[in-house]
Every structure is written in C-alpha cells, then in structure tokens.
C-alpha cells in the first residue's frame, strides 16, 4: 500500500534561517506531488506541483522554493525564512488524473520568530 | 481558472441535528469536486468526490453531497450530527494546467454541541 511521510512534524526556526522540509511517497511510482500552506482562517493555498522529477510548477510568487530530485520525494525550502512564512505544510500526492484523490502528509507546523 | 466557495467559516449544530456546509464552484468545464476532512493536527483526509457518475454523492461517516450544476453548488450534509464530526471540511475542485492540481476552499470549521 501507499504511504506518505512527512517531516519533521513542528519547526521552529529563527527569522533569517534556511528551511528543507522533505516528503516522500512508498508504494507508487510517478507521482504528482503538492506542497500546500495553511494558514489559521485561509483555507489551503497550493504552493508548488510536480508532474515528475525535475518538473516544478510555481502557484504564487513567494520567499520558497521546491525540489524533485527523485521521482517519489518533494522538498520545500528557503534560504532566508520570513514571518510570513509561519503556517502548516502539507505535502499530498496523487495518480495524477482529475478524479483522484489527494492522500496528504501529516503535515509540519512551522513558526518562524 | 476554477474556483470553490464556501459560505461560513463557522458552522455550530447541536448532536443529531442536520449538518449542513456549502459549497459553491466556479468551473467553465464539467468540474470534479471533493469534500475532505481535517481533524486537528492532521491532514485531511477524503470524504467523498463527484465525478459526474451520478448527481447525489455518498461518502463515508454518513456524509453526502449533491451536484446541483443550476446553482453551481456541492453542499455537504448528515443527517444527525456527532461529537465525532467535529473537524474542518473542505470544498475543492480540480482542475488541468498542464498537470492536474487540486483547489481548496478556504474551509469550515463545524463545531457539535451536546
């Protein structure tokens, strides 16, 4: 069966400092992968999604960065964290058609100080 | 680009009342539309999807949705509430931009009272 896993699961990271939250999926191959946000009252922003391995496609234009280095693991970054920033991160992934579902990660909560 | 609204960011029943959470879409093609659940500190998880098999959608934990194209709407319901429902749903839609992504709506959060 699929899994996803997500980590780490809560942050806390100074203003100014680098960020990697990683992702991976076991138990399929070629996936499409998401990375949201959620911030307390907005719902989920959709972040970054990725057809395949190198492929990354930017929703917003913000202080992060996404990478798929291998064809089941999506990493989030900053080099310089903000405020802004703080929120909870979900990583989903799907067989890549309109009608299926999203299976998310656990999520990790991040607070920038 | 498609869209989903949902009207109340708060919605509070008493247990075994109807629950009731409204969604509505934008979409210039026949849309898919989801319900998901988030409980707390977690992630969100299906409730039920409509892919234009039939119009009244059955999910699990007694929820249902019906596809109403006329007003552009995929309201969620139960028929009896329980402590256990309170969670925060999600209305989205997906759509194709050179891959297929999934829109959320910004959600509501149903509170049950004993």
């Known amino acids: 069966s699929q899994t996803i896993h997500q980590w780490p699961a809560t942050l806390v990271q100074p203003v100014g400092s680098p960020l990697s939250l990683e992702c991976t999926v076991e138990?399929?191959?070629?996936?499409?992968l998401y990375w949201y946000r959620q911030a307390a009252g907005r719902g989920l922003q959709l972040l970054f999604y990725?057809?395949?391995?190198?492929?990354i496609s930017s929703e917003v234009p913000q202080n992060l960065s996404a990478s798929r280095p291998q064809d089941r693991q999506f990493i989030l970054s900053s080099k310089k964290l903000l405020l802004s920033d703080s929120g909870f991160y979900l990583c989903?992934?799907?067989?890549?058609?309109?009608?299926?579902?999203?299976?998310f990660g656990s999520g990790t909560q991040l607070s920038v100080l | 680009a498609q869209s989903v609204t949902q009207l109340g960011s708060h919605v509070s029943v008493s247990e075994g009342a109807l629950v009731l959470l409204r969604c509505n879409y934008s979409?210039?093609?026949?849309?898919?539309l989801f319900w998901y659940v988030q409980y707390p500190n977690q992630g969100l998880q299906l409730l039920l999807k409509?892919?234009?098999?039939?119009?009244l959608v059955k999910g699990i934990n007694g929820f249902e949705a019906e596809f109403k194209k006329s007003e552009t709407s995929f309201h969620l319901t139960k028929p009896s509430a329980h402590m256990s429902d309170a969670a925060e749903y999600f209305c989205a839609v997906s759509e194709y931009t050179g891959g297929f992504k999934t829109i959320f709506g910004a959600g509501t959060r149903l509170f049950v009272k004993a």
């Open positions: 990725s057809v395949g391995i190198g492929q």
């Open positions: 409509y892919t234009s098999a039939a119009t």
């Open positions: 138990g399929t191959s070629n996936p499409n």
């Open positions: 979409s210039s093609v026949p849309p898919y």
């Open positions: 989903a992934w799907s067989g890549g058609t309109q009608d299926e579902k999203l299976f």
